[in-house]
């Protein structure tokens, strides 16, 4: 049975989520696009962005390496056609013992089953 293109979008979001909460790379870079635009704000300062492949492991390793302990739970995911919404909340802990919890929302497009762009809006 064929998947229709919103439960192929919300697949690929679910498995690269999952790849994240193992930090593993090469895997969540397995599932984007060679132009994706990531976009990941810092809570406390100004949204970066990432273009490409290279761009977007250099800033995965880097992140796993600042936030060691850092999982993402889906909230909700929800879909349309090529797009995906997914609300979340991150579990981090930069300093022994400190936990902090994030909360917000991704915006995800995806095409030929590769995301292609991730816009992340964090709650303050």
């Known amino acids: 049975m064929k998947m229709s293109k ?11 989520n999952k790849a994240f909460n193992s930090h593993d790379v090469p895997a969540m870079i397995a599932l984007v ?9 810092d809570p ?3 949204a970066e962005l990432y273009k490409g492949r ?7 390793e880097r992140f ?16 349309f056609s090529i797009h995906c919404v997914m609300r979340w909340s991150l579990d981090s802990e930069e300093i022994p013992g400190v936990r902090h919890r994030f909360q917000g929302v991704d915006l995800f497009q995806i095409k030929n089953a ?6 992340t809006y964090v709650k303050k």
């Open 6 to 16: 919103l439960e192929t979008a919300i697949r690929v979001v679910i498995d690269f």
């Open 64 to 79: 796993f390496v600042l936030h060691p302990q850092a999982t993402f739970e889906i909230d909700e995911i929800f879909g």
């Open 33 to 41: 696009s060679d132009d994706c635009v990531f976009e990941n704000p």
């Open 54 to 60: 290279e761009e977007l492991a250099r800033f995965g």
């Open 44 to 46: 406390f300062a100004k």
């Open 114 to 119: 590769l995301i292609c762009e991730k816009l």
